[in-house]
């Protein structure tokens, strides 16, 4: 599944809702789901692990459809070219820096 393709599948399954709860409202969820990653990178199963993965990226698509933003397309201009600090396609930014 593309990005394109997975926002438009959760604008399809949410949008209604996405709409009326509006940014704010998107962003604390994605918040909670962000959480709920990292306690199953702590301690949970290989499935939940996935699934909170799964949670995180349709979170994160949602916000992106309430905010108008294509993720594929910011993605491809913003990566598709290398490593936005160092401008490589392996990155050879140092491990301190955050490209």
Known sequence: MKLSELQSLIRTMYSSKDEQRGVDG???WLMEEVGELAA???EGTHKELA????????WLA???NVAGVDLEQAVQ???GNGCPG????V?????????
């Open 62 to 64: 949602t916000i992106a």
């Open 51 to 58: 699934y909170e993965f799964a949670d995180v990226l349709a």
């Open 40 to 42: 199953a990178l702590r």
């Open 86 to 89: 160092c401008h490589q396609m």
């Open 91 to 99: 990155c050879a930014c140092g491990i301190e820096e955050k490209p």
């Open 26 to 28: 998107t962003f604390m």
């Open 77 to 79: 201009e913003k990566y």
